[in-house]
T-cell receptor, first 111, second 113 residues
Framework: GESVGLHLPTLSVQEGDNSIINCAYS??????FIWYKQESGKGPQFIID?????DKRQGQRVTVLLNKTVKHLSLQIAATQPGDSAVYFC??????????FGTGTSLTVIP | EPEVTQTPSHQVTQMGQEVILRCVPI?????FYWYRQILGQKVEFLVSFYNNEISEKSEIFDDQFSVERPDGSNFTLKIRSTKLEDSAMYFC???????????FGSGTQLSVL
């Protein structure tokens, strides 16, 4: 049958493994980026941010890498836990204070 | 920790009716936003509000939509005559400065019948 809606990229990892989620952004002039986590039926939850003058930033169990040359962001989650299962998406700050959100990746952690 | 709060969490309305979605942004924030997310799709920008006026709006934000900050705490989104395709989760968001974290509320699920 016909499917409706956006097909999210999916990632399945074993509990305890590391996860890497990727995002390609659109505007080379964007100077601020955020990774969000969204659980079903909830609002996007801030995870970590990075400014364009950095190429790496670490938080608790998470690391964001920024490659401005190829306009690519990645989110690394160390020792992935079942509670990390969610949709993850990146947001870039375009000119004029507008954030543009990527499609998202659905992460499933297998116990 | 301060948070953005939205009410109601669910709103069911008949096509053609007006709805008002309410938000209380984080108290010292200066920039306010409405986004929407149709089920299974990505978060879409509707409008941004700063210094008591709309600073940007998307193509989605047509004449049926309006925003208000009636007092020092509330930020509302009004849809004058709802359409079936307005059914979505509507998120309010706020941030304190220009290049700062954007915090989201938990959303209002709007169902237009």
């Amino acid at each position: 049958g016909e499917s409706v809606g956006l097909h999210l990229p999916t990632l399945s990892v074993q509990e305890g493994d590391n996860s890497i989620i990727n995002c390609a952004y659109s505007n080379s002039a964007s100077d601020y980026f955020i990774w969000y986590k969204q659980e079903s039926g909830k609002g996007p939850q801030f995870i970590i941010d990075i400014r364009s003058n950095m190429d790496k930033r670490q938080g608790q169990r998470v690391t964001v890498l920024l490659n401005k040359t190829v306009k690519h962001l990645s989110l690394q989650i160390a020792a992935t836990q079942p509670g990390d299962s969610a949709v993850y998406f990146c947001a870039e700050l375009l000119t004029g204070n507008q954030f543009y959100f990527g499609t998202g990746t659905s992460l499933t952690v297998i116990p | 920790e301060p948070e953005v709060t939205q009410t109601p969490s669910h709103q069911v309305t008949q096509m053609g009716q007006e709805v008002i979605l309410r938000c209380v942004p984080i108290s010292n924030h200066l920039y306010f936003y409405w986004y929407r997310q149709i089920l299974g799709q990505k978060v879409e920008f509707l409008v941004s509000f700063y210094n008591n006026e709309i600073s940007e709006k998307s193509e989605i934000f047509d004449d049926q939509f309006s925003v208000e900050r009636p007092d020092g705490s509330n930020f509302t989104l009004k849809i004058r005559s709802t359409k079936l395709e307005d059914s979505a989760m509507y998120f309010c968001a706020s941030k304190g400065g220009s290049v700062e974290k954007l915090f989201f509320g938990s959303g209002t699920q709007l169902s237009v019948l």
